[in-house]
């Protein structure tokens, strides 16, 4: 679907950020002077990716940056009231593109990759950790959102537990979880798995941690579509408290 010009708005990095100066940087400047065909003194909406969005006038360019001056600024609070965060298991092509994209839509605040025992894709590269980032930029200007995910990586699930103290509530979807889910938590973290599943190290692992068990539907659902589905389910719960 077209968006107007007046309507799109930029990604900037909180650091180029100075004052009531900012840099423009990246493919931004590309699409800024040769598609928009912006020139100089106009205004364009940009965001730090950290809920600040701001109003800016273009002062000056050359082939790599832009240089604009703030006219106004907003800051936006976080829209859900609970902090919920994805861990999923790369998968092959362009699966895990899905679950970038679609959770950062939906407001997931932080991505961890990790590699399960059974998992097929065994390595997650730099190159694709960089790919994950350009989606979820896309995402959250596309949505209009204006808190960018970080994205996280960890060699395998014991790396993955040691960031469990951060949140409230740490779930996992599983076929022989529970249907309901705990309520009150405010910081929720939750795992979706390979499609062969974890294996018993990994689970009694989940269960040392106090991982709670949720099952999703009755059927049996892609990684990817369950990571959609529990990050709609909690989001839901989370309106009706």
């Not at 010009?5 to 400047?29: K, Q, T, W």
């Not at 003194?41 to 965001?47: P, Q, Y």
Request: glycine share 6%; hydrophobic share 35%; proline share 3%.
């Amino acid at each position: 679907m077209s968006m107007k010009s007046e309507h799109l708005i930029f990604y900037v990095p909180p650091e180029n950020v100075l004052g009531m100066d900012i840099v423009v940087r990246g493919p931004e400047v590309h699409h800024i002077r040769n598609v928009m065909r912006k020139t100089l003194g106009e205004v364009l909406m940009l965001t730090d990716g950290r809920g600040h969005t701001y109003r800016a006038r273009i002062d000056s360019w050359n082939k790599t940056s832009i240089k604009v001056r703030v006219v106004d600024r907003e800051f936006h609070e976080q829209e859900q009231q609970t902090d919920i965060a994805c861990a999923f298991v790369p998968l092959k092509s362009t699966r895990s593109d899905f679950i970038i994209e679609k959770c950062t839509e939906l407001g997931v605040s932080h991505f961890y990759t990790f590699v399960s025992r059974r998992a097929v894709v065994r390595r997650v590269s730099r190159a694709r950790v960089e790919h994950f980032q350009r989606l979820a930029r896309s995402a959250m200007l596309q949505s209009r959102r204006y808190y960018l995910p970080d994205i996280t990586v960890c060699a395998d699930t014991d790396q993955l537990t040691k960031h469990f103290r951060g949140y409230d509530l740490v779930l996992c979807a599983d076929a022989h979880g529970k249907k309901d889910i705990p309520c009150g938590a405010k910081k929720m973290l939750y795992i979706v798995g390979p499609e062969g599943g974890f294996d018993d190290r990994e689970l009694t692992l989940f269960k040392k941690h106090g991982v709670h068990f949720i099952s999703l539907d009755d059927h049996r659902l892609r990684s990817e579509t369950a990571a959609i589905v529990s990050a709609v389910k909690l989001f839901d719960q989370n309106k009706t408290l």
